[in-house]
């Protein structure tokens, strides 16, 4: 009779690590979707002068720029939209990141060392995250303690770019990058353990998925920042 329990017990342990895997191999591949998509919104617009001129030229920039901010604190609400919903929403963000990002993809086009700097970033982004990831995925640590510090640390950072968007000082672009470097890359830690603890093979479905979206978009927003402070550090040189 014990051995029949030990043996549904491992056989329950298996179920739950696959389930687990399985979990968080979805929102991965959707952050990654997300990141595919911006990256090929920008590389579209970015090739076409009259697209840029349309959306980059002008005073509508500044909504292109602040749309991303207007749909994650409006449009993306987990607890009340559907899975489905929420999907369109995190793809709309990763729509409106690559408009935002088609001039560092003209120029780029235009200037071999630019296009260098990208994919340099982007290489370097790519790293950091993953080894990011790993760490909060394997750390028995409870970082729990730090989702307040990272929550205000990122609004601060937000709120101080927008001011110096109209600025342009170039010393708090320099510190608004070091410090969301930093930020964003405790953001992934957390993010990456909070989804791991989450998980639950009892969680209904949309439920789950409705979650998947939320940390997805998490991600998502992390490896963007991340890469666009490492290209600003790169673009110094």
Do not use: C
């Amino acid at each position: 009779m014990n051995f029949n329990n030990q043996d549904a017990a491992v056989s329950r342990s298996r179920e739950i690590n696959e389930g687990l895997r399985k979990h968080m191999s979805t929102i991965y591949m959707r952050m990654s979707a997300g990141v595919l998509v911006t990256a090929l919104v920008a590389m579209i617009v970015g090739s076409s002068p009259m697209l840029l001129q349309l959306f980059l030229g002008g005073p509508q920039k500044y909504i292109v720029i602040f749309a991303p901010l207007a749909i994650i604190w409006f449009g993306f609400r987990p607890e009340s939209m559907k899975a489905s919903q929420l999907k369109m929403a995190f793809f709309g963000v990763a729509t409106v990141y690559g408009i935002s990002f088609s001039a560092i993809a003209a120029f780029a086009a235009r200037d071999a060392a630019m296009a260098h700097d990208v994919a340099l970033a982007f290489f370097i982004a790519s790293s950091m995250f993953a080894g990011l990831s790993i760490i909060g995925y394997t750390t028995k640590k409870d970082l729990s303690g730090m989702r307040t510090f990272l929550s205000m640390g990122i609004i601060g950072i937000v709120v101080l770019g927008v001011v110096n968007i109209f600025m342009q000082n170039s010393m708090m672009s320099n510190l608004i990058a070091g410090a969301g470097i930093v930020l964003f890359s405790g953001l992934t830690v957390w993010q990456t353990q909070d989804m791991k603890r989450m998980y639950s093979p009892n969680t209904p479905a949309e439920l789950a998925s409705r979650m998947g979206w939320a940390a997805a978009l998490n991600l998502y927003i992390s490896f963007i920042a991340m890469f666009q402070y490492i290209l600003h550090f790169l673009q110094q040189r």
